[in-house]
């Protein structure tokens, strides 16, 4: 899309440009097609620059997030108890209750508990309850509560505050009924209005046991930093043993020292049983945030792209359509029109197409998060800043585009622009080969020597002067000099005193010695084109019309 206006402005040969109108509905059914395309780059590259920035501003916001536990100074590693070792039941509770004793008093601890599924480590173990005294459900009508198995240290040793009621202590054996924990959300979920502590349920993994609630904590994020935490409760590890414990460590010393202390701990309760995936609690947030950070990434590199492209596309298809209203444009100069004019008429061209493509972008983008928020990316409209963001970078590399064509389009001389000269400044850079092969031909067969003829004028001028007996006359021989020199029919030579007055006639020679009183505006279209002419300017009667 990006290249075909390029192209096609190339291939366009000057003179095309005099008969464009015998083609205009060809070529305006083209032009068309080019704006759609460069609207539809656009959109895309609004698109993908606005969900860039709200994957960004979301990735932003998980630091933000109230994990519900305190990472700082927390150190997580996992030890196995195999079964063929400690079958379940009192051996396994034996040897993980020493393993708790022995792992508190090793020296840098301060608290330490472990759990089955720590968070943002592990998740799983999904079941249903009912409440004594309310309608009895089945499994399947009723809500899916998440559950844990921790050691009685394991809440104050990650820092989840305690809401209501009490953590598990070792007094807590097993029974008839046994004391359970749940969070917040859990709390909400079946007890809105009332006080949970005390109530006893029933699990269906356990329908022969009743179960009474002792205490209350704080929501933790245990799937992802940006999934809303579940309902859950926690028994504790006396009640169900588990054979995988994931332990959380609370220490203020180094990692490398504090692993050397933990091995021998563990050593000490067993010399068989290692600990393994050892890593700082930071460390295992800052992985959790991979995925989002991956999703910027990619989305980034899109957008760069399709900003890029719409880039190219907008200066493509700015700078085909000003090389075919060259004519236009000269005419314009010619009646009067000032640069500014000009600019503002490319400038508004590419504008209006970029305004047409934010449009369209920001209806689809607004389409899509909205399925998106119900999707694994859970990208939401938190703010307007992606938006305007976007519509910003859009509009500034849509002006930037638009300016290069713009500012040819104002040094042009509105004479040579008119004519389509294939020698101006505009169509020099688009010379074809048999321009090119011709120039290179006369160059072979009548080598030019700007040198030597300059210097043969500047002796003609010299000899002439001499022999005059004022300033005017050797004014005067000078330039009639120049004119022979040159074969032309006449020669003004124009002053100005100051940069805001006009050019004045100062001297003549040949047909010009009667306008004695001629004068130049300082801008005027003459004044123009021969700025833009190191060499002689031919002008004919219809030019001075």
Not at 69 to 88: G, I
Not at 222 to 236: C, D, M
Not at 299 to 322: D, N
Not at 386 to 391: D, G, H, I, K, N
């Amino acid at each position: 899309f990006s290249i075909w206006p390029l192209w096609q402005a190339r291939r366009t040969a000057p003179n095309d440009v005099l008969t464009e109108g015998a083609r205009a509905s060809a070529g305006a059914r083209s032009r068309n097609l080019l704006r759609i395309f460069v609207v539809a780059e656009v959109a895309l590259a609004f698109g993908l620059l606005a969900l860039g920035g709200l994957i960004f501003e979301q990735l932003t916001g998980l630091h933000r997030v109230r994990l519900g536990f305190d990472p700082n100074h927390l150190t997580v590693m996992k030890v196995f108890a195999p079964e063929s070792k400690y079958p379940q039941g009192e051996p396994r509770i034996r040897y993980e209750t020493r393993l708790i004793e022995v792992i508190r008093q090793t020296p840098g601890v301060e608290s330490a508990g472990f759990i089955d599924l720590m968070p943002l480590v592990d998740w799983g173990n999904n079941t249903a309850l009912n409440v004594e005294g309310r309608p009895q459900r089945d499994i399947a009508h009723s809500e899916i509560i998440e559950n844990r198995s921790v050691s009685p240290d394991y809440f104050r040793t990650m820092k989840i505050p305690l809401l209501a009621g009490r953590f598990f202590d070792e007094n807590d054996k097993q029974g008839d009924t046994m004391p359970m924990i749940i969070n917040e959300s859990l709390a909400k979920l079946y007890w809105a209005h009332r006080d949970p502590i005390g109530a006893i349920v029933r699990i269906f993994a356990w329908a022969d046991k009743r179960f009474q609630i002792v205490g209350v904590v704080g929501d933790t994020r245990n799937v992802g930093i940006g999934a809303e935490p579940h309902p859950e409760f926690y028994l504790s590890y006396r009640e169900r043993e588990p054979q995988q414990m994931t332990w959380a460590v609370r220490s203020p010393l180094e990692p490398a020292a504090l692993t050397r202390e933990l091995r021998r701990a563990v050593e000490r309760v067993d010399p068989e049983q290692p600990i393994f995936d050892l890593r700082p609690m930071p460390d295992i947030v800052e992985s959790s945030m991979s995925r989002q950070r991956l999703q910027t990434l990619m989305v980034a590199f899109f957008a760069v792209s399709a900003l890029l492209l719409a880039i190219l596309g907008v200066y493509g298809v700015v700078s085909y359509a000003v090389r075919q209203r060259i004519t236009e444009m000269g005419t314009r100069m010619a009646i009067g029109a000032a640069p500014r004019d000009l600019l503002k008429l490319i400038l508004g061209d590419g504008v209006k197409m970029a305004a047409l493509g934010i449009g369209i972008g920001l209806v689809v983008v607004l389409v899509c998060t909205r399925l998106l928020a119900t999707s694994d990316l859970h990208v939401e409209v938190a703010s307007a800043f992606p938006f305007v963001l976007a519509t910003v970078l859009i509009a500034g590399c849509t002006l930037i585009a638009c300016w290069f064509p713009a500012w040819r389009a104002t040094n042009l001389s509105p004479m040579v622009a008119i004519h389509s000269d294939v020698h101006a400044p505009w169509n020099r850079q688009r010379l074809s080969y048999r321009v090119l092969t011709e120039r290179i031909s006369e160059l072979v067969s009548q080598p030019a020597q700007p040198v030597e003829k300059g210097a043969e004028l500047l002796a003609a001028i010299s000899q002439a002067s001499r022999r005059a007996e004022s300033f005017s006359e050797a004014l005067d021989a000078a330039l009639e000099a120049v004119r022979k020199h040159m074969n032309a029919s006449s020669v003004y030579l124009f002053l100005r005193k100051a940069p805001d007055q006009p050019y004045r006639l100062t001297a003549a020679a040949g047909n010009g010695r009667a306008h004695s009183e001629f004068s130049l505006p300082g801008k005027s279209m003459l004044v123009r084109r021969l700025r833009n002419y190191s060499s002689a300017l031919p002008i004919s009667p219809a030019d001075l019309n």
